[in-house]
Nanobody
Framework: QVQLVESGGGLVQPGGSLRLSCAASGRIDPIYLMAWFRQGPGKQREMVASITGGTTNYTDSVKGRFTISRENAKNTVALQMDSLRPEDTATYYC??????????????WGKGTLVTVSS
């Protein structure tokens, strides 16, 4: 019953910035984790960043460049991507997992948004 919708992907120059947004709708337990994953050409899907409560985590390759945060709208998170590199090119997927209530452990995925970093 939870739907995730990503937006903000596109083409950007190396060194540029892009901001992704993920809006979650439906009935969601107050305790949950949201994250961004990505999958580039010929690569496995990897977690880029996550946020639960006030705690954030990042994969080493994006530390200092990417920031995950909550937006003004409820159950919405953003991924601010700065100093983008060609290797950041990937389809980015929003992810949510419920950590409380009867649906504990239920996970949801967005359909993905493509980010291309190229000159």
């Amino acid at each position: 019953q939870v739907q995730l919708v990503e937006s903000g992907g596109g083409l950007v120059q190396p060194g540029g910035s892009l901001r992704l947004s993920c809006a979650a709708s439906g009935r969601i337990d107050p305790i949950y984790l949201m994250a961004w994953f990505r999958q580039g050409p010929g690569k496995q899907r990897e977690m880029v960043a996550s946020i639960t409560g006030g705690t954030t985590n990042y994969t080493d390759s994006v530390k200092g460049r990417f920031t995950i945060s909550r937006e003004n709208a409820k159950n919405t998170v953003a991924l601010q991507m700065d100093s983008l590199r060609p290797e950041d090119t990937a389809t980015y997927y929003c992810y949510l997992i419920e950590l409380g209530g009867i649906n504990y452990g239920q996970a949801y995925w967005g359909k993905g948004t493509l980010v291309t970093v190229s000159s």
